[in-house]
């Protein structure tokens, strides 16, 4: 576990290092700040003390800029060589895999606390429900969760960081829109089926307040498939 | 710790890359491993080094098989072509390495003085590794496998790069280090091999054709002397004649027909019946040098077919 967390605090310091970490910072204020306060169904349009504007727009932030962060992660390591020399040293596959995770998974946690001050607001102009809210969050978290195994995987499967960007956005879309809309046109058990694999039944209910333990496990299972498939295609060299 | 190599092979798709070769290199030994491009080098420092899984064979470090026990910690390792993180500065890098492999927190920070003093990074310690010199990043290759002070160092071409003081001074420092390690260092440099290898080892396409000392590889790839004369006082053929009628020599070659010059090869020494046969015919003898086969013959000859 100690191996997992220097990994981690190396990609992390990479990302400020790269001056990456400042620009998402700063594109994901300022769109959450526009869309949560100025713009389109804002908070002052709803008229209500909750932060769920707040909430659909970070989960489309995050949708785009995840795999943004993740693409280099593994891609360039293998097409530089460097994972190599990282992978010689005394750790194993899986902990640098999880060592990347945690660091991408760091830098979207640090870039929600830069949100607090909207939570603080909100609830000042209202009675806000803030068991709600603090599961809106966690929703946040589990949802980038999400996307950051997604983009492990897609940055596993090639060394090419252009692909793998592309390739995180296809499978997210497919997680986003595809199983939504073609759980719309089906029944029975693969309707079923396609509806529990759409990303937004789990999020819309987490970001309500409701937390449910299939909801969690949902998240987690997406994360551990691709941090396993990741996993797997380092370790075919 | 030694290392013990029995019947290594790997397979690239249908092509055996390495062919199930064997050998041992004992504590305190440099071993030189040559051989041209795609003979397996590579390959085998890498399943040394368990970047690569084996096919088939074994590798044993210190008694201890890859297969069985995670043995990385003992091994700092140079790969090809030095990969480095461009972005990140040199003491961070290396403090970073120091904690991947298992240095203690308390000794990071020392470790690494230890290492940049030693490869003379002072220098540019607080310099990103992309705005190294080659020189200067080959040394900070160099420090990262040696970061943890592993009893076993993997040298893939070390000295590519280098001007030749700093090969001069990369040499002498392997030399010093693998006196209590063991060190296994690939290079296409051959003098390299003479002056830093106490053991040569040549592998062409996946298989091992020659193991041994510089000099035992001499002999053995010739297994006769060669003579260069020049004589003064009588004409090129009789002269040619009566050295192909000396005992022991196989065959007499003419190299500068005016200057008389002739190269002679033959089993064991021939200065003597040289002499003797210029002092009986009267000859003036000019010059009578024994000839060293050179390394880069031998490796020619083992390697091109």
């Known amino acids: 576990m100690e191996k997992v967390w220097i990994i981690a605090k190396r990609e992390l310091n990479s990302f400020f290092d790269s001056l990456v970490a400042y620009l998402i910072l700063v594109a994901f204020l300022g769109f959450t700040g526009f869309f949560t306060w100025l713009q389109g169904s804002d908070v002052f349009f709803r008229k209500q003390a909750d932060l769920l504007a707040f909430f659909e727009t970070a989960k489309w932030t995050l949708f785009f800029f995840i795999p943004a962060l993740t693409m280099r992660m593994l891609a360039e390591e293998k ?109 029975g058990f693969i309707g079923e089926l396609l509806n529990t694999l759409s990303i937004n039944t789990h999020f819309d209910s987490i970001k309500r307040g409701v937390l449910d333990s299939k909801d969690l496990i949902y998240f987690f299972s997406i994360s551990a498939i691709g941090i396993f498939f990741a996993e797997l295609a380092i370790k075919n060299r | 710790m030694d290392i013990q190599i029995e019947g290594l092979t790997k397979y690239y798709g249908p092509q055996k890359a390495v062919d199930s070769i064997s050998f041992a290199v004992k504590t305190g030994e440099i071993l030189g491993f040559l051989g041209p491009n795609g003979a397996g080098k590579t390959t085998t420092m890498k399943m040394i080094t368990q970047y690569l899984s084996l096919d088939d064979g074994d590798i044993r470090l210190g008694g201890q098989s890859v297969k069985e026990t995670n043995l990385k910690r003992y091994i700092g390792y140079l790969p090809e072509h030095n990969p480095l993180y461009q972005e990140m500065p040199v003491y961070d890098y290396l403090a970073y390495c120091a904690a991947l492999q298992d240095v203690p927190k308390d000794r990071i920070n020392d470790r690494v003085r230890e290492m940049i003093r030693v490869c003379g990074l002072n220098v540019e310690k607080h310099k990103n590794i992309g705005e190294l010199s080659k020189g200067f990043r080959q040394r900070v290759g160099l420090a990262q496998a040696m970061i943890h002070d592993p009893e076993i160092l993997i040298l893939d071409e070390p000295t590519t790069g280098l001007d030749p003081n700093q090969i001069v001074e990369i040499r002498d420092l392997i030399k010093h280090l693998g006196k209590e390690k063991t060190v296994i260092l690939s290079t296409h440099i051959l003098p390299e091999v003479e002056a830093t ?109």
């Open chain 1, 79 to 187: 097409k530089t060589g460097t994972i190599e020399l990282l992978l010689t040293k005394d750790v194993s596959d899986r902990e640098v895999v999880l060592g990347k995770y945690l660091g991408c998974l760091l830098l979207v946690i640090i870039a929600l606390l830069f949100t607090i001050p909207y939570y603080v607001t909100v609830s000042r102009l209202g009675n806000m429900d803030h068991g709600a809210t603090i599961s809106g969050y966690l929703g946040l978290v589990l949802l980038s969760s999400a996307y950051i195994g997604i983009g492990l995987f897609a940055s596993s499967v090639t060394n090419n960081q252009i692909v793998a960007f592309i390739l995180a956005l296809i499978i997210g879309i497919c997680f986003q829109f595809i199983f939504d809309m073609l759980s719309g046109g089906t029944t």
């Open chain 2, 197 to 305: 290898c106490d053991r040569i080892l040549i592998i062409n396409r996946g298989k091992i054709v020659a193991d041994g000392t510089a000099t035992t590889l001499r002999s053995q790839a010739q297994g006769n002397n060669l003579t260069r004369t020049r004589l003064k006082g009588t004409d090129t053929d009789s002269a040619f004649k009566a050295l192909q009628s000396l005992p022991l020599v196989k065959k007499v070659r003419i190299e500068n027909r005016d200057q008389q010059r002739f190269v002679i090869e033959s089993n064991g020494e021939a200065s003597e019946a040289i002499f003797a046969l210029c002092v009986q015919q009267g000859w003036i003898l000019l010059e009578l040098t024994p000839l060293e086969t050179k390394l880069e013959d031998i490796f020619r000859d083992l390697t091109m077919n």
